[in-house]
């Protein structure tokens, strides 16, 4: 009797083995990554991990600059993106980390020697970031290790894009070069020549999608070049002036043939892919920033509104107030769209101790329904990002901060 209690005991414990051992592949699968900048080079704004709310803060760590001897940007810009498990992002403190997305442990730091305001992209065993000195570089992404840089004629505050061997990024003085991805080699630049006494600032990256590149310049064209030569394919006047860095998404979003951008009026307009001619504008509230969940959706996110609209014919699905603004950005994963926020605080109603904090809420994108909210002990003006099961944010403080499911 003893004999077979141990048989069945035996039997069941690797049946357990088994069963572990089969549920392991599919865990490590529902960890998506959030590679680049708005997260593909399409900047669709939307990832499929699959977020389940609510989520806590599990960790933020401070990388923010020291200035009491050196005019640092207030606002923190870099973008963090998340791949295999771990978090990438610059900062004004001059350095690039790698920092486990789990525990927020630092895996390695890079000393870039310059501000870092620019959002990185990460593919295969390569992290590519631009610098404020004009330097674009290519590390090794296991050990941080520089393994080739290229300077471009001004500083870089695009997120590069990286496609069939090949980084695609522009600089801030109306230039765009084309690269080779193993060794930096240029490939090809294009210059608009545009001739202007003072450049704005447009904190703006290139759009990539069949073969092509969209992308602003400073005089408020949006202009399609070939990514094989770089030659203009056609242009459009979409804005007179630029307003201030991150305030208004100046990144095109590519989504089914056609270009979603915001023009100087805060209305989306649509584009075609092809062409360049407008396919419809969407002004149902003054846009500054939007999704792409679908070929039947977008989402056009205002300084206080979220509206999801019927992108054939117009109709508004769903409108929502955001419980603070001004609106910083949104983002999506799944079935679940971001927004993050910047509130003022008043103690004691006294002004000289005012300052600005940020908010994050989760709306449901079927139907607008708020799913979840949470406080933040910054400003943020740099995007946020969704992956790893998870949502990474740097905000203006310099805190990096992620939040995972409870």
């Not at 709310?53 to 401070?62: G, S, Y």
């Not at 050990?143 to 695009?158: D, H, N, Q, V, Y």
């Amino acid at each position: 009797m003893l004999r077979n209690f141990s048989r069945k005991y035996i039997k069941a414990a690797f049946a357990l083995l088994l069963l572990s051992g089969c549920a392991a592949p599919k865990a490590a699968l529902e960890h998506k990554d959030w590679p680049t900048y708005l997260y593909s080079g399409s900047r669709a704004n939307i990832s499929d991990d699959k977020l389940t709310l609510p989520l806590v803060m599990k960790w933020d760590k401070d990388i923010s600059a020291f200035n009491l001897f050196k005019a640092y940007p207030k606002e923190q810009l870099s973008v963090p993106v998340v791949s295999g498990g771990a978090l990438f992002t610059g900062s004004t403190n001059e350095g690039f980390y790698t920092v486990d997305f789990d525990s927020g442990r630092v895996l390695w730091r890079f000393d870039a020697g310059y501000p870092l305001e620019a959002p990185a992209t990460v593919e295969g065993p390569f992290v590519f970031f631009g610098s404020s000195d004009g330097y674009i570089r290519c590390l090794d992404r296991a050990s941080g290790k520089e393994l080739w840089r290229f300077r471009a004629r001004s500083e870089i505050l695009s997120g590069p894009v990286v496609k069939d061997g090949r980084v695609y990024f522009s600089s801030s003085d109306d230039r765009v070069y084309a690269l080779g991805a193993s060794n930096g080699e240029k490939l090809w630049s294009f210059n608009r020549g545009t001739l202007q006494t003072v450049t704005p600032r447009i904190y703006a990256s290139p759009a990539y999608s069949n073969g092509r590149l969209y992308l602003f310049f400073s005089d408020g064209s949006l202009v399609c070049l070939s990514a094989e030569n770089g030659k203009e394919v056609w242009s459009r006047k979409i804005v007179k002036m630029f307003d201030s860095a991150q305030q208004t998404r100046r990144t095109p979003l590519v989504s089914y043939g056609t270009v979603y951008v915001i023009d100087d009026n805060n209305a989306v307009q649509a584009l075609s892919e092809e062409t360049g001619e407008v396919k419809g504008i969407y002004n149902i509230i003054k846009a500054y920033d939007l999704v792409a969940p679908d070929k039947s959706r977008l989402v056009i996110a205002g300084i206080s509104q979220i509206v999801s609209i019927d992108r054939i014919t117009g109709a508004t699905l769903w409108k929502k107030e955001l419980r603070y603004s001004p609106l910083s950005s949104v983002f999506a994963a799944g079935d679940v769209l971001f927004a993050v926020s910047n509130q003022k605080v008043t103690p004691f109603g006294w002004e000289f101790l005012s300052s600005r904090n940020g908010y994050m809420q989760a709306f449901d994108l079927k139907d607008g329904s708020v799913l979840w909210e949470s406080g933040l002990s910054s400003s943020i003006t740099a995007n946020a990002s969704a992956g790893s099961s998870g949502v990474a944010l740097l905000t203006d403080k310099g805190l990096l901060t992620v939040f995972k499911t409870r």
